[in-house]
C-alpha cells in the first residue's frame, strides 16, 4: 500500500525558516517526480512546485518562488519543502505529491499519489 506522509507543520511566526518532510512507502520513489500543493481556508488546492525524478529538475509557483526551495533524497524516499521568508499568506494545509508520468504543476495531471496534508499555520 503506498503511503505518503508528511510532517513539519505547525504554528509558526512570519519569517524565518520551516522545512516540511513527506516520507513515501510502498512505491519506488526514484521512479515518481515529487511534488507539493497547498490548499488555505476557503480556497483551492493550488500548486507549490515540483521536482523530477532524477537531475533535480524543479519548479515554483511564482508566489513561492525564491522564498521556498523543494528537494527529494531517494536514499529516504523523502522530499522536503523548505519555507523561507514565511507570510501570513502561506498558511494552508500543505500536501505532498507524486506522478510517475513526471514533473506537474495543477492538480488535473493524473497525480496518482497524495499524502493526507500538514497544516502551517503563520501568525505573529
Known amino acids: 500500500q503506498v503511503q505518503l506522509v508528511e510532517s513539519g507543520g505547525g504554528l509558526v511566526q512570519p519569517g524565518g525558516s520551516l522545512r516540511l518532510s513527506c516520507a513515501a512507502s510502498?512505491?519506488?520513489?526514484?521512479?515518481?517526480?515529487m511534488g507539493w500543493f497547498r490548499q488555505a481556508p476557503g480556497k483551492e488546492r493550488e500548486f507549490v512546485a515540483t521536482?523530477?525524478?532524477?537531475?533535480?529538475?524543479?519548479y515554483y509557483a511564482d508566489s513561492v518562488k525564491g522564498r521556498f526551495t523543494i528537494s527529494r533524497d531517494n536514499a529516504k524516499n523523502t522530499e522536503y519543502l523548505k519555507m523561507n521568508g514565511r507570510k501570513p499568506e502561506d498558511t494552508a494545509v500543505y500536501y505532498c505529491?507524486?506522478?510517475?508520468?513526471?514533473?506537474?504543476?495543477?492538480?488535473?495531471?493524473?497525480?496518482?499519489?497524495w499524502g493526507k496534508g500538514t497544516l502551517v499555520t503563520v501568525t505573529s
Open positions: 521536482i523530477s525524478k532524477g537531475f533535480g529538475i524543479t
Open positions: 505529491a507524486g506522478r510517475r508520468a513526471g514533473i506537474f504543476t495543477t492538480a488535473s495531471e493524473g497525480i496518482e499519489y
Open positions: 510502498g512505491l519506488t520513489f526514484s521512479n515518481y517526480a
